[in-house]
């Protein structure tokens, strides 16, 4: 099984998100606690000491986060073996209960609210409005608005086993035309708290 895709195409979100089925808005109620806490777990890891530390170690002072939760089956990297490729690349860390609870919940798009727990100032912005700005990526007039932002980053639901001791999410970030990672990061908890046990990268351009 191969999942790295590298990319050399400058419309990376568009053509990505044309090319698979579209998600609905979602009417449930909001998005628990333990998921903010997992999120929180992954920003530290991801930009520890405020760096972009997976791809262009860009300093960050700001961090945007898109306002809806997305899945790599909008970036167009997973597809009707999701299931099966999850399994066998994070499996005995993540069980099947735990990637099964990942997918169902990522059928629909869900509102973020402002309840993040970091140390890193961050902005959560609609798509809507990241395509304003620059037409779903990056430019000059994004950068002048979010100076030190390294760009912004897209989270998906996360996925729990019963005893909620596992969790399973997918991160996006993406940085321009050419610039962008999708992550799939595997978390255990221990001592009460989130930590990054596997990360796997299906996607950069």
Known sequence: MKFLVVLLVPALLVTSVSLVRPRQASDQPGIPAEEYAV???VIGNMFAGDIVTFDTQAKVKILVIEDRTVSAVDDGFAGENEVEELKQGFSPIISQETIDDYVAKNAKSHQLLRSLDLKLK???IPKEKIKEIFDGLPSSEFYRQFPDSGGYIALSRVGFNTSSDQAFVYMRHTCG????????????????????QKKFRPWIS
């Open 39 to 41: 999120y929180a777990a």
């Open 122 to 124: 961050y902005t959560l």
């Open 177 to 196: 035309g050419l610039c962008g990672s999708g992550h799939y990061l595997a978390l255990v908890k221990k001592n009460r708290e989130w930590v990054v």
